[in-house]
């Protein structure tokens, strides 16, 4: 039977296993072997990470070229106004590709997440504002890289779910950052349809 774990990477964790500098990897966390990040997230991203050993799945959930939904809340320094929001929205170019149309939506309230250690910088005088964008793809440093090219860079990023199919999401919820638990029966039979 095949191995589905759920984890809450923290910042500043690797999305491998091993690092030759002494650098915090998954293996801190999780003591089950043979099993590998479906995608990944920065070193500084925070967020829901799924690790298997089953490499189709794998392959189905991480590849751009299947387009699995992945969602993210993002804090950026100032509030974007409705042109960023609608580029954002549309795709726009970053280095040398033009990223996929995302859904983008500016949060009315401040998520209720663990305390970031270390903090993000606090300036009294630029307000912050939180995003969540779902994006079909995940290039290098995408989310942050979007942000950027609007003119709001990003302090905070989580990744909040990833969509199995229009029925079943899986999602950060019960998870404290560094916890890992088993996908449910239900998670479980979702992911094998694929």
């Known amino acids: 039977m095949n191995k589905y774990i759920l984890f809450y990477k923290p910042y500043d964790v690797l999305c491998q296993f091993t690092d030759e500098n ?14 590998y990040s479906v995608g990944r997230l920065d070193r500084d991203s925070e967020g829901l990470l799924l690790l298997t050993d089953n490499g189709q799945l794998q392959h189905r959930l991480g590849h751009r070229q299947f387009a699995h939904p ?14 960023a929001l609608e580029k954002l929205r549309q795709g726009l170019p970053i280095q040398d590709y033009r990223t996929r149309p995302a859904i983008v939506n500016l949060l009315d309230f401040e998520p209720d997440l663990p305390p970031r250690e270390p903090p993000i910088r606090y300036r009294k005088s630029v307000p ?46 019960g998870l404290q950052p560094g916890q890992w638990r088993e996908v449910t029966e239900k998670e479980r039979k979702a992911l094998e349809r694929l």
């Open 22 to 35: 002494g650098r915090s990897t998954l293996k801190d966390y999780i003591p089950i072997p043979n099993i």
């Open 70 to 83: 992945r969602t993210y809340w993002v804090q950026v320094e100032r509030i974007p106004d409705l042109n």
């Open 128 to 173: 912050t504002a939180w995003l969540e964008i779902t994006l079909t793809e995940g290039r290098n440093r995408q989310v942050r890289r979007m942000t950027a090219a609007v003119g709001y860079p990003t302090l905070r990023l989580i990744r909040t779910a990833i969509t199995i199919d229009k029925n079943n999401k899986l999602c950060l919820t």
